[in-house]
Every structure is written in C-alpha cells, then in structure tokens.
C-alpha cells in the first residue's frame, strides 16, 4: 500500500488508528481453546468487529514464536486473512528485525513477500547496510524504531553523541539512505514531548506511535505535537482494546474500545 492510499483510508474511516494483536493465550476466553486455531480465531474475530474502525493492524511476532509452528501458522492466516478480505488496511509486522546485509534480506523477503505485509519494523543500531535491504522494495514500508515508548529508552536512545541525541542522529541519517522515501519511525507515545523536535527532523514522515492505553501514552499529546497536515500518524493501542473482556463478549467489548479512540481521532481531525 502506498502512503497516499493510507491517507486516502484515514481521511475515508477518520481514524489513524492501528489495533495490535499481540495474543496471548492466557488471556484469551476459555472457550476459543478448544478450537483448532484459537490465535486466528481470536484475531478473525476481533477484525470482524473492529475493521471500520482501524486503518491498520499490527501483529507483534513475538506472541506468534512464542507459540512455535502453530504460532506461526496463526499468524500466516491472520495476514492472509486481512489481504483477502480486507485489502485496504495498512498491515505491520512488529518484529524489530536487522542484521548484516544478506540476513536483512532475507527477513525482508520473509515480511514483504513470503507473508506480504505492507511494513515491518527494523532496529537502526547496525546501521545503514542492515537497514537498505528492507528500503529496496518498493511499495512497501520500513518502520525505524526512533524513539521507544519503554523507561529503557533512556539508556542509550536520548544519550548525546557528537552534540545530538542518539535518536536524533537515528533520524537524521536515515534520511540519507537509498530508497529512505519508504521509511517510517517508531516514536513512543510516552515521548510526545519530544515530537516538536521530531517533527523539524521529519517533518512529513508517517509515525507508528505505540503506548497509549496500557502505558500511559496522551493521544491528544501526540496529535498537538506529532500532527501533520497528511496526519503523519499511526496510533497503536494492542492490549488496550484486545483484552477489554477476556469473557465471550470480547469482540465486542473490543469494538468499543476501537470505537472511543476513533470518535476521539475523528473529533481530532475535524477540529
Ligand atoms: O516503542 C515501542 C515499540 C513497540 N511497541 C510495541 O507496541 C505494542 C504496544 O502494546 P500495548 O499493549 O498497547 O502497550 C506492543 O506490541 C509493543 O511490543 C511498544 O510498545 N513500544
């Protein structure tokens, strides 16, 4: 999907709200374990009731490899699933990936072509050569973790090296790779008071914010500072809304949940 088509969507749905399906089966309802597939199940359910609320969604890996084979297969059905049935939702797989060149390459081919994800996020700590061979398809997005929404993000992220924060030089010298038009930032929404600085780095750039709901991240923090005249803005809520009932009515206490955000980033838009 391009970046235009997302927009198009999230002026279309007045949402840029991106619903994470980071499913753990511990806190799943009791009944979807005695089906062959409770992961999918759960996350087909949970898209059928929240799709017109959401412009994109985002599997974290990790509570799909956590569960080996089957986790796998769970989350090779939901993409397909959304592809099928919903070809206008911008998809992310949240795997934090990179590596020397020829592995970048192969994680990319295994998001972009093998599973067909519209993004997937990289960490930028080994620089440009492990960043590029994502960048290389087009049509497809590389969603740079920037600025995290976690405490630890303090540790070597906002540390000052040759006059400017880690995150900044992150930004900044993104900016300078090949095909660096197909690169998106990670900024946590914890961090919103750094998104006025942000914004005079990559002023147009589309940024994934994670950390509203469960830790603590403002939406209309964000949306004062990280706001652009495209939107410019993906706001990820994972737990937040997939967990709001662990009972049968967990669809649709999800959808309300999506709901209260989307009529809040509606209210935002047309303001
Ligand atoms: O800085 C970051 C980068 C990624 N994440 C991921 O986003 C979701 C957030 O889940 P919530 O339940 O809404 O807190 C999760 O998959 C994280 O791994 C992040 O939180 N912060």
Redesign the pocket.
Known sequence: MTTTQLITQIRKKKSFLCI?L?VDLQKIPKFLLETDDPIFEFNKAIIDATHHLAVAY?P?T??YEAYGIKGWQALEKTIQYLNTNHPEIFTIA?A?RGDIGNTSSMYAKAFFEDLAFDSV?VAPYMGKDSVEPFLAFQGKHTIL?AL???QG?FDFQTKIIADKEVYKHVLETSKTWKNSENLMY?V?ATKASFLGEIREIVPESFLLV??????GGNLQDVCKYGMTDNIGLLI?????IIYASTEVDFASAAAKKAAELQSQMTAILEA
């Open positions: 994470g980071d985002k974290n990790a509570f949240d934090k996020t973790l995290t929404s976690n993000a990670v946590g994670p950390g509203v709901g469960a830790q990820n809520s994972s737990r937040g």
